[in-house]
């Protein structure tokens, strides 16, 4: 059935939950375009990252310090920006297409711009602009798959969308060896690639992905505050924390955030401990991708079923796993079965659990508050872990990661949130 809306517009669509169609389980139109959305973009974004940690260090000559501070930026820069992303989104009715359209505008944008600077302040300076664009489009992008979505089958449609996702992410780094291989300036080849298949997934947003909230809107998981106003203020977003799952949610992944070794540091610990060559580094992510590929939509499914918040604490599990591998010098597949294993079970999980605890109102930034405790955590964590390679080495500095992670794990069991299965 169809509601009038308010202030004179077309209508909005009802669910009726007492009359589920035939197609209820199916993934929704716009997931599967937002997929697609991101596969282009993965492909362009993982190219850069692929080569960034040897083109800093072995490139450029970055100590493990150094480069401590530049994958902290590129990691972490993006939560100072996901809390005015996810508010702007909520505003005006739900303009989460045109907030993410912005900021994959924006991370496009400064592909090319690495061709032009070769300094440390100015790369870092690119990559917290880009890190800004994906602040920016994360947390409208996330909301219009769970506004798009039924609330049971959140999980499933989050596992879709990161699956897709996942595949770009298996790409570029497999164009980037390409590219380095064939051509003589192979850096500033996979640049310059990198920005054309970053302004091609912006127009596939442009054209296809849906406007305002994304489609029909599932129903309300959560009831919106009595006053809360027709444009949602940023006080009000912020009020979301006085919900206590909301807050729980935030906590906890703070807490496992601060003990995250990043991506980057986990492969040049692969190359360090166990010897890859340079010109095999490039395709180290793609054992990562490769799992993530394949488990994100099973253990997507199998969160809906089991409860999401038992599948994030997984795969924290299989992490502390992969970095016992490599302290035990243990084979480099198993490590990256595992690390992909962590994102499958993780990723989409968090948000569809976060997903359910948000009125559809304030969709934007209540993710958004989860999102910025995590990725703000998770820049601290690459410059503890960068500080205490370059003090202590690496096997310290990994044993002291595991044994954190140890602990915020435990802590993250006793504070789950109370709709937690």
């Not at 010109?279 to 499914?301: D, E, Q, S, V």
């Amino acid at each position: 059935m169809y509601v009038a809306d308010s202030r004179g517009g077309a209508g909005t669509e009802v669910r009726d939950a007492s009359r589920p169609g035939p197609r209820a389980t199916a993934v929704a139109p716009t997931v599967l375009v937002l997929g697609t959305v991101s596969l282009i973009t993965d492909v362009s974004s993982e190219m850069v990252t692929a080569v960034l940690p040897l083109y800093l260090v072995a490139g450029l000559g970055l100590s493990p310090l150094g480069f401590g501070l530049l994958d902290g930026v590129y990691n972490g820069f993006s939560a100072l920006v996901r809390l005015v992303g996810g508010h702007l989104a909520d505003r005006g009715g739900g303009r989460h297409k045109a907030v993410a359209a912005a900021g994959y505008g924006l991370s496009a944008v400064c592909k090319p711009a690495l061709l032009l600077v070769h300094s440390l302040p100015l790369i870092g300076a690119v990559l917290a602009v880009d890190r800004t664009g994906k602040g920016l489009r994360t947390a409208p992008r996330d909301a219009l798959i769970s506004l798009s979505s039924a609330p049971e089958t959140r999980g499933r449609a989050f596992g879709v969308h990161r699956a897709m996702d996942t595949a770009g992410a298996l790409l570029g780094p497999l164009v980037a060896f390409l590219i380095l291989r064939q051509a003589a300036e192979g850096y500033d080849a996979v640049f310059t690639v990198s920005s054309c298949v970053a302004a091609l997934g912006v127009l596939v947003l442009l054209l296809f992905v849906p406007g305002g909230r994304g489609g029909a809107p599932a129903p309300a998981t959560a009831p919106a505050p009595a006053d809360s106003p027709a444009a949602p203020s940023l006080r009000a977003s912020l009020a979301l924390l006085r919900r206590r799952d909301v807050r729980r949610l935030t906590v906890c992944a703070t807490l496992l955030g601060l003990s995250t070794v990043s991506d980057s540091f986990v492969y040049l610990l692969l190359q360090h401990r166990l010897g890859v060559p340079d010109r095999w580094f490039a395709l180290l992510p793609l054992g990562t991708a490769a799992a993530f590929l394949l488990l994100a939509l099973p253990l997507g499914r199998l969160a809906d079923r089991v409860g999401r918040w038992r599948m994030f604490l997984a795969g924290h599990v299989a992490l502390l796993a992969a970095y016992g591998l490599l302290l035990a010098h243990g084979p480099a597949y198993a490590v990256l079965l595992l690390h992909g294993a962590f994102y499958a079970a993780t990723d989409g999980v968090l948000m569809a659990a976060a997903s359910t605890a948000v009125p559809d109102e304030l969709r934007g930034a209540g993710l958004a508050l989860v999102q910025t405790g995590q990725a703000t955590a998770r820049f601290a964590a690459s410059l503890a872990f960068g500080a205490a390679w370059t003090a202590w080495g690496d096997r310290t500095a990994l044993t002291t990661a595991a044994l954190a992670l140890t602990v915020c794990a435990v802590c993250a069991v006793y504070l789950r949130p109370a709709q937690s299965k």
